[in-house]
Nanobody, 128 residues
Framework: QVQLVESGGGLVQAGDSLRLSCAAS????????MGWFRQAPGKEREFVAR????????YYTDSVKGRFTISRDNARNTVYLQMNSLKPEDTAVYYC?????????????????????WGQGTQVTVSS
């Protein structure tokens, strides 16, 4: 049984930093690309960042480039999202996801339907 468990969310002020973690179990972690999505109230789930199974390649949505960093530790079966210079518009539930496919097209990478497994989400609230 695959489980993805996020942690690290919370309430912070604009300009602060947070680091999200996602611990994976029940899958061969090093074979999966890992990603982060977020969903704000009343909005669709949107792609935030992705890291390949090896960790050698990353991709970010434009709105977080230069502020967020995705990384992984395959020995610990954990993926991280370091979020700096947080803005109120970053407020959302953040979800960790795992993808076993080898798709590389951006349109596929950023589509929630591509991803096989999801965590339960962790709330990030950024006050102004």
């Amino acid at each position: 049984q695959v489980q993805l468990v996020e942690s690290g969310g919370g309430l912070v002020q604009a300009g602060d930093s947070l680091r999200l973690s996602c611990a994976a179990s029940g899958l061969t972690f090093s074979s999966y690309a890992m990603g982060w999505f977020r969903q704000a109230p009343g909005k669709e789930r949107e792609f935030v960042a992705r890291i390949t199974s090896s960790g050698r390649s990353t991709y970010y949505t434009d709105s977080v480039k230069g502020r967020f960093t995705i990384s992984r530790d395959n020995a610990r079966n954990t993926v991280y999202l370091q979020m700096n210079s947080l803005k109120p518009e970053d407020t959302a539930v953040y979800y960790c996801a795992a993808d076993s496919s080898l798709v590389s097209r951006i349109s596929a990478v950023t589509a929630p339907s591509t991803w096989n497994y999801w965590g339960q989400g962790t709330q990030v609230t950024v006050s102004s």
